[in-house]
């Protein structure tokens, strides 16, 4: 099982919808994959057709209560992805976790408990670094960082980055940067031309070489409860997220290969 924390603090700028989309694709190449949504807001809940009538045990239960991630996971409509929803209750779990022993390790210990269930586990973080992102990221063992195409892209990058380094330093030596995946470019754009030049400059081969394009097809896919690649897998979003899951295979390790 291999487990990646899809994170960044800053909300917009692709993460729900990046890990919705390498999901699918995973899944859709034969791995057994987990979607773990732990945004109180639950877009990847909604993005993948769960209403929140049908949202019973969820990432809440899994940090506070300590049900398991078997129990509270529930299939989606794509074969092989499954999803822990999250519900609004999450919203919560930050403050409550405060007072929990093992607040930071809550994720971790459901993670070691669900063994091999699945190949590939991918967590939809908050737009914080709170304790959320962080029980992501003492659990994963990589994380994959959307970037936005725009001017401030790499302001608040050294905040994660600090971070990353903290939990490294504290709690899980092996945490490493699978990869930063540029999303929203806009090829008419030479601002994010500019922009997407400028991170590969400072940040160098951990950036995808793909590059997500901005793509309506892919922003209106959620409210069908679908991801992209289901909705309209010919659009360029969609063909994107696919040579994304394949990068994002290619640099697995190895011992950790999954069929
Ligand atoms: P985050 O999870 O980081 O807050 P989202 O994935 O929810 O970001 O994206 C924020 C908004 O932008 C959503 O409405 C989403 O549908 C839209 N969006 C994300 N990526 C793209 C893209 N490449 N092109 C167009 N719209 C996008
Ligand atoms: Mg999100």
Known sequence: MFCIAVANQKGGVGKTTSAINVATALAASGHRVLLIDLDPQGNASTGLGIAQAQRGRSSYDVLIERDGLVPAAVPTSIPKLDIVPATVDLSGAEIELVELDQRTHRLYRAMELAEDRWD????????????????????????????????????????????????????????????????????????????????????????????????????????????????????????????????????????????
């Open 120 to 259: 590939i586990v991918l967590i939809d973080c908050p737009p914080s670094l709170g304790l959320l992102t962080i029980n992501a990221m003492v659990a994963a063992d990589a994380l994959l960082v959307p970037l936005q195409c725009e001017f401030f892209a790499l302001e608040g990058l050294s905040q994660l980055l600090n971070t990353v380094e903290r939990i490294r330093a504290r709690f899980n030596p092996s945490l490493s940067i699978l990869g930063v995946a540029l999303t929203m470019y806009d090829r008419r754009n030479r601002l994010t031309d500019q922009v997407s030049n400028d991170v590969r400059a400072v940040l160098g081969k951990v950036v995808f070489d793909t590059v997500i394009p901005r793509n309506v097809r892919l922003s209106e896919a959620p409210s069908h409860g679908l991801p992209a690649l289901i909705y309209d897998h010919r659009c360029s979003g969609s063909e994107a997220y696919m040579a994304l899951a394949r990068e994002v295979l290619q640099r697995l390790p190895r011992e950790k290969e999954v069929a």
